[in-house]
């Protein structure tokens, strides 16, 4: 399996264990009294199963993608030293005329 894939599969799998903490305590803690309408409803399992599904798609892709962008801060450039950054040029006070008007 490619080294990118693997990446991805594992900044992936981090999130949905994160999902799983998330809707651990969401049951526990009965935010919103959702623990207590799963334990009492009779669909109750599939809503819990996709409340787990759908934080775990979320925190999965956001996961991934904190992980991409923290890789893209830390590349080297060609001399093996740290990114050459560009100075950004100073910013200039820009006049406007003024008008006075007569009301």
């Known amino acids: 399996m490619p080294e990118l894939l ?3 599969f594992r900044h992936a799998m981090i999130g949905v264990g994160i999902a799983t903490v998330a809707t651990a305590a969401i049951l526990y ?3 919103g009294q959702i623990g207590s309408l799963a334990s009492t409803s009779d669909v109750g ?3 819990v ?3 787990w599904f759908m ?3 979320t925190y999965a892709s ?3 993608g904190f992980a991409v962008m923290i890789g893209l801060s830390e590349d080297k450039d060609e001399s093996g030293g740290s990114p050459k950054r560009v100075p950004h040029p100073a910013l200039q006070l820009a006049l406007a ?6 009301s």
């Open 45 to 47: 399992a599939v809503a």
């Open 6 to 8: 693997k990446f991805l």
């Open 55 to 57: 934080l775990g798609l």
């Open 62 to 64: 956001v996961q991934m």
């Open 97 to 102: 005329p003024v008008r006075r008007t007569k």
């Open 29 to 31: 803690f009965d935010f």
């Open 49 to 51: 199963l996709l409340l």
